[in-house]
């Protein structure tokens, strides 16, 4: 019976490898987005100055939380920054190619054109790293550029996979077990 338990350990295992590899090897997908993302934004100013002076000159950091969600067409959002907090800005615009990610954000009191701020990062390992060009509005009234990083909530399918795959392996052991205990 163990020699049979053991080739299934190595049968699943093998399985869970190539199944990992193949998934790192595949491109994101905009659902890989979806989630909410935590971490730290490092600011430094483009254009602080006496008008509009860096808080805590030359850069400053602050707590982002990124909510994302699947499109909703009827507000014509895919999620909100928040940043301390509060609400700073609108997903308005989010597409992934490869592992790079686009994001545009609006901020949400001010009715503009364009878009107040832009995101580009790339996604691994579920967290996601780039550089955030606010345009004015959404961190007091001028540009900034920082980088943010960030990590999602939401477990990573290999992680998920390989827990089932171990749940599994553990409910074979036991029904063979108990097989084994009937017949005797």
Same mark, same amino acid.
Request: charged share 10%.
């Given at each position: 019976m163990s020699n049979r338990f053991g080739k299934l350990v190595a049968a699943a295992t093998l399985g869970t490898a190539l199944s990992v590899s193949s998934f790192g090897a595949t491109a994101a997908e905009l659902?890989?987005?979806f989630g909410t993302w935590t971490g730290s934004w490092l600011f430094g100013s483009?254009?602080?100055g006496p008008?509009?002076?860096?808080?805590?000159?030359?850069?400053?950091?602050?707590?982002?939380?990124?909510?994302?969600?699947?499109?909703?067409?009827?507000? +014509? =959002?895919? !999620?909100? @920054?928040?940043?301390?907090?509060?609400?700073?800005?609108?997903?308005?615009?989010?597409?992934?190619?490869?592992?790079?990610v686009t994001m545009q954000v609006t901020h949400p009191s001010i009715d503009l054109t364009r878009p107040t701020a832009y995101f580009f990062g790339t996604l691994g390992n579920h967290s996601l790293i780039g550089d955030y060009d606010v345009r004015g509005y959404l961190y007091g009234n001028t540009e900034w550029r920082g980088t943010m990083t960030l990590a999602s909530s939401v477990p990573e399918p290999a992680?998920?996979?390989?827990?089932?795959? +171990? =749940?599994? !392996?553990? @409910?074979?052991?036991?029904?063979?077990r108990r097989s084994a205990e009937a017949q005797v």
């Open positions: 659902s890989d987005l483009m254009y602080g008008s509009n002076p860096v808080p805590t000159s030359p850069l400053f950091t602050r707590p982002v939380t990124i909510d994302l969600d699947s499109f909703d067409a009827q507000a +014509g =959002l895919y !999620g909100h @920054v928040f940043i301390e907090g509060a609400v700073v800005g609108n997903v308005t615009s989010l597409s992934v190619v490869g592992n790079a992680a998920a996979m390989l827990l089932g795959l +171990g =749940l599994v !392996g553990v @409910v074979l052991q036991a029904r063979r």
